[in-house]
């Protein structure tokens, strides 16, 4: 049976500086997961503590019976890891040591490391991916020595998603794969179903969650227009056996929010869906 997880959700409202995710909150998260009836977590905001603090927070979600899976790459300005190839190295290099702190197995990436989920405009692809393969490369090398993964996220656009397919192909890693975006693919052309499909054996981790095709809502599954049965159906195409891990928001100002009735649905919804 497979496994169903959920990211770590901030119970402050809505989440200010990253440092406001502390240890406290964190574990209260953790809490909160495992008492649904989730098993695995994805740490949203995981890459300002320490590594002794991140294998702190390991200890606990192992002590209480949830499996770390994955961290999101972060650094101080956010989900885009800096303005030059030397910061991003450095902040992706420091998710891979929080990563392996924390017990878990993939890096969630946005790339363009420079630009996140998005080629700008009129971009320089092969600048682009010079960039990329100066900071991916040696990270990689650096992941596979720590037995982490490194999984890059798509945007929503097919453009942006045959980009990060065609740098895995030229980067050749063995601990370098993809994470599919539900909710990214479902606002523009590429759509959830066919990302999965086109990812085939690099599909390494999900950050499933729904919305209208409109606005990127992280809203449990089944609450938006997303066609999830053939969702599921592409992933027993491609043999994907990890966990079902939901991304779901701790901030949404621009909606009714319900943090607790949220969680649920996604623990409920996704078991239903999945056939579970």
């Given at each position: 049976?497979?496994?169903?997880?959920?990211?770590?959700?901030?119970?402050?409202?809505?989440?200010?500086?990253?440092?406001?995710?502390?240890?406290?909150?964190?574990?209260?998260?953790?809490?909160?997961?495992?008492?649904?009836?989730?098993?695995?977590?994805?740490?949203?905001?995981?890459?300002?503590?320490?590594?002794?603090?991140?294998?702190?927070?390991?200890?606990?979600?192992?002590?209480?019976?949830?499996?770390?899976?994955?961290?999101?790459?972060?650094?101080?300005?956010?989900?885009?890891?800096?303005?030059?190839?030397?910061?991003?190295?450095?902040?992706?290099?420091?998710?891979?040591?929080?990563?392996?702190?924390?017990?878990?197995?993939?890096?969630?990436?946005?790339?363009?490391?420079?630009?996140?989920?998005?080629?700008?405009?009129?971009?320089?692809?092969?600048?682009?991916?010079?960039?990329?393969?100066?900071?991916?490369?040696?990270?990689?090398?650096?992941?596979?020595?720590?037995?982490?993964?490194?999984?890059?996220?798509?945007?929503?656009?097919?453009?942006?998603?045959?980009?990060?397919?065609?740098?895995?192909?030229?980067?050749?890693?063995?601990?370098?794969?993809?994470?599919?975006?539900?909710?990214?693919?479902?606002?523009?052309?590429?759509?959830?179903?066919?990302?999965?499909?086109?990812?085939?054996?690099?599909?390494?981790?999900?950050?499933?969650?729904?919305?209208?095709?409109?606005?990127?809502?992280?809203?449990?599954?089944?609450?938006?227009?997303?066609?999830?049965?053939?969702?599921?159906?592409?992933?027993?195409?491609?043999?994907?056996?990890?966990?079902?891990?939901?991304?779901?928001?701790?901030?949404?100002?621009?909606?009714?929010?319900d943090q607790a009735l949220e969680m649920e649905l996604g623990y409920q919804n996704t078991r239903r869906l999945a056939g579970l």
């Amino acid at each position: 049976m497979k496994k169903i997880g959920c990211n770590t959700l901030y119970d402050g409202g809505e989440l200010g500086l990253t440092t406001d995710f502390d240890m406290a909150a964190i574990q209260r998260s953790l809490d909160r997961n495992r008492a649904l009836g989730y098993e695995t977590v994805e740490y949203s905001h995981l890459c300002h503590l320490t590594t002794d603090e991140a294998s702190e927070i390991g200890a606990y979600a192992e002590s209480i019976g949830l499996e770390s899976w994955s961290v999101h790459a972060e650094s101080p300005f956010g989900f885009v890891l800096g303005a030059t190839e030397e910061e991003a190295t450095g902040y992706l290099n420091n998710a891979i040591e929080v990563c392996y702190a924390v017990g878990a197995q993939v890096v969630v990436v946005h790339a363009p490391i420079l630009l996140g989920l998005t080629l700008g405009d009129l971009p320089d692809i092969p600048e682009l991916l010079a960039q990329d393969m100066a900071v991916l490369g040696p990270a990689q090398t650096w992941a596979a020595e720590r037995g982490v993964e490194l999984a890059l996220e798509n945007g929503r656009t097919l453009a942006h998603w045959v980009y990060i397919l065609s740098l895995i192909e030229q980067l050749g890693a063995d601990h370098l794969g993809v994470c599919v975006d539900t909710g990214h693919a479902n606002l523009g052309d590429l759509g959830a179903p066919r990302a999965i499909r086109m990812a085939g054996p690099r599909l390494l981790t999900l950050h499933l969650h729904d919305n209208w095709g409109e606005v990127d809502d992280h809203l449990p599954p089944g609450q938006g227009n997303i066609d999830w049965p053939n969702v599921l159906s592409a992933l027993r195409e491609v043999g994907f056996s990890r966990p079902l891990q939901l991304e779901l928001t701790d901030r949404a100002p621009h909606r009714a929010y319900d943090q607790a009735l949220e969680m649920e649905l996604g623990y409920q919804n996704t078991r239903r869906l999945a056939g579970l």
